[in-house]
Nanobody
Framework: QVQVVQSGGGLVQPGGSLRLSCRASGMITSTFTAYAKNWYRQAPGKQRELVAS???????YYTDSVKGRFTITRDNSKKAVYLQMNSLKPEDTAVYYCNVEGVESYWGQGTQVTVSS
């Protein structure tokens, strides 16, 4: 029984910072460690976009629009993944989704992030 729970969204002014959290409740630690950890976002009228990823192998990925501003990290002991978002822009406004994926794929409920002046 696995449930992916997100928190940390909200309203922030341009240039501000926000930290998203995601915890894979009920997941075996070894499974969480082995699976890829991803953050997606979807803005109104746009396709879902991969924002950042910690793959099972290889290097951490960021989409070009957030590179240098966002940082994805994980804590295996807590079965948690985080997205630190700095220097936020209105274009970052979207619903952000946490995804933990391997043999199976698990999704968080989504968290609204709104950047407005």
């Amino acid at each position: 029984q696995v449930q992916v729970v997100q928190s940390g969204g909200g309203l922030v002014q341009p240039g501000g910072s926000l930290r998203l959290s995601c915890r894979a409740s009920g997941m075996i630690t070894s499974t969480f460690t082995a699976y890829a950890k991803n953050w997606y976002r979807q803005a109104p009228g746009k396709q879902r976009e991969l924002v950042a990823s910690i793959p099972t192998t290889g290097t951490i990925y960021y989409t070009d629009s957030v590179k240098g501003r966002f940082t994805i990290t994980r804590d295996n002991s807590k079965k948690a993944v985080y997205l630190q978002m700095n220097s936020l822009k209105p274009e970052d406004t979207a619903v952000y989704y946490c995804n933990v994926e391997g043999v199976e794929s698990y999704w968080g409920q989504g968290t609204q992030v709104t950047v407005s002046s």
